[in-house]
């Protein structure tokens, strides 16, 4: 047998071809409707962006055959990786050719450093034939460089003018985004004739509005991450003897740990946006998870699972109010490297805490304690999404649990496992919904760059509707953003989307967890995606947006 190069479904799935709404299937006309107003701070925001704000939704139907000018567009991917990034370029690529053979697309190498190194590469039928619906943004390849200086913005014209490159295309979540409206605004107002069009792509679906209903890539990887938590539970409900304390994803915004629980019904699932909102402290979570697991040991039940969002610690309010101390007193505080063992250096940041963050402190385990002051990142902030979240809370709840155990409280056994899913799922083979949408994506960004536009989201709705009722156009990116304090000055930024309390897709979790947490295991088992078979098992959007939009 010989050694394989691509495996049979890698094989399978380049053949297949993305559904596309019917208003991009022939020829396209562009309905405008009224202006548009940011979504807060209109003031400030129409004054930032003289030129981008106001402009109108835009939606596309079929039409009249027109001729377009030939165009030159680079694309960048930016940001985390997120199934379905190889679509979104081909659908570029397919929409720029149908619309004149003789446009031409650029990837920029590595992210948006590309275009201010002038990296990049021509992207020919040879090249996206091999990455259509796959996995990953090997393609070319993703970078977090900011475009956010202006001595970038005009390196990025002077690769454009070089190329004949009319517009730039940045496929990413809302800093990207929120750069990229920056940047079309700063191209419009030096009339570099260079148009801006962004891409709404996360894995963690908080890049996400009235006009954006989800960001592509959360689809499939939580759908990874479901099967991987189905095949656990059905693990624990076999050998009956395991806690699995599972985090996920998600730098800030809860939703893939919340549609995971949707699709799996694990018996605990936190939701940071609701932790913050109750003002809960780190051992109330803690009680939570005790209740649950004594009710459960209690019947003789010693195995559950628990789904705990990665970025957790920050929305704890007190521990948000310590890490903020940290950071300030790690970033003016060299004595503190002086210091060798690990005691001296606990005790020289506890007294120097304000009492309620000491306490705060003093009460986490050495390790984690030790974590916080540890790791920072370039701009010296704890890198949260380092800290073992699920290991602290393993360790606190072994801990509640030995005492209530010693006031025979509780009678079950605890054996806890802990897991941490995020990479697992982030470049996986896009589902049909994430393969459909990105194309369809990519196909919009190059009817809105051949129709001249700029400032502009591509935009793709109704999506719990059939592909062919998708509903495509485009979004100014300025009616997104508002004001926000960023590194202590008030910027404009695209909002990001956290959990909503009062949206269907909490307010149903809400609802039932209560039952998935007792002893009625209600574990569901979502399996791995599909790509081929009856269309309610391979085409199905998320639960949050079937909530969401029901
Ligand atoms: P984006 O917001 O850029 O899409 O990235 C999201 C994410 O996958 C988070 O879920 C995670 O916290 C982070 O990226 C991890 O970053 P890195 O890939 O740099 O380790």
Aim: net charge negative.
């Amino acid at each position: 047998m010989k050694p394989m190069t691509k495996s049979p479904l890698q094989i399978a799935r380049s053949a297949y071809q993305p559904k596309l709404p019917n208003s991009l299937k022939g020829n396209v006309v562009l309905n405008e409707g009224a202006a548009t107003q940011s979504v807060a701070d209109q003031a400030d925001i129409k004054k930032l962006f003289p030129n981008t704000y106001g402009m109108p939704l835009i939606t596309f139907q079929a039409g009249e055959k027109k001729v377009y000018p030939a165009v030159a567009v680079g694309v960048i991917l930016s940001g985390g990786q997120a199934p379905g990034g190889h679509n979104v370029i081909s659908g570029i690529f397919d929409g720029l050719k149908a619309l004149n053979p003789y446009n031409k697309l650029y990837g920029f190498l590595g992210g948006p450093s590309g275009l201010v190194d002038h990296k990049y590469v021509e992207l020919t039928e040879e090249i996206i034939a091999e990455y259509r619906n796959t996995g990953g943004f090997d393609i070319i390849g993703s970078g977090r460089t900011k475009l956010e200086e202006e001595w970038q913005y005009e390196k990025g014209a002077e690769i454009c003018k070089k190329l004949g490159i009319n517009a730039i295309v940045v496929i990413g979540g809302d800093d990207s985004n929120t750069n990229a409206c920056v940047l079309a605004e700063y191209y419009s107002q030096k009339k570099t004739g260079i148009q801006v069009i962004g891409c709404p792509k996360t894995i963690d679906g908080d890049l996400k509005n009235e006009m954006i209903e989800t960001s592509f890539g959360f689809d499939t990887a939580c759908k990874v991450y479901s099967e991987l938590i189905g095949n656990i539970q059905r693990d624990a409900n076999s050998a009956k003897k395991y806690w699995h304390f599972i985090r996920l994803m998600g730098r800030s915004a809860s939703h893939i740990t919340l549609e995971c629980a949707l699709q799996s019904q694990p018996n605990i699932c936190i939701v940071s946006e609701e932790v913050e909102a109750k003002n809960m402290t780190l051992n109330d979570v803690v009680e939570d998870i005790v209740k649950v697991i004594v009710n459960r040991g209690n019947h003789g039940l010693n195995f559950g699972t628990i789904l705990i969002p990665e970025g957790l610690i920050e929305f704890i309010p007190a521990m948000k109010k310590l890490i903020a101390e940290l950071n300030d007193l790690l970033a003016h505080n060299d004595d503190f490297n002086t210091l060798v063992t690990d005691e001296e250096k606990h005790q020289y940041i506890s007294g120097k805490l304000t009492p309620a963050s000491a306490e705060v402190f003093n009460s986490l385990p050495k390790g984690i304690a030790k974590q916080l002051t540890l790791d920072r990142d370039p701009h010296g902030n704890v890198q949260v999404s380092l800290i073992e979240t699920e290991k602290l809370l393993i360790e606190m709840v072994a801990k509640r649990l030995s005492h209530l155990k010693a006031e025979e409280l509780y009678k079950g056994k605890f054996a806890a496992i802990n897991h941490f899913f995020g990479y697992e799922g982030r470049c996986a083979i896009p589902s049909n919904f994430d393969a459909d949408y990105t194309y369809s994506l990519g196909y919009t960004a190059a009817v809105l760059i051949s129709e001249g536009k700029t400032g502009y989201m591509s935009s793709v709705r109704n999506l719990t509707a059939p592909a062919a009722e998708w509903i495509a156009g485009g979004v100014p990116i300025t009616m997104m953003m508002n004001m926000e304090k960023r590194h202590g000055a008030m910027k404009p930024v695209i909002q990001k989307a956290l959990v909503l309390l009062d949206g269907a897709p909490f307010k149903f979790f809400a609802s039932v967890r209560e039952d998935w947490a007792s002893e009625n295991t209600r574990y569901i088992y979502p399996g791995p995606v599909q790509y081929y078979g009856p269309t309610e098992v391979c085409d199905q959007p998320t639960r949050t947006l079937q909530l969401e939009k029901a």
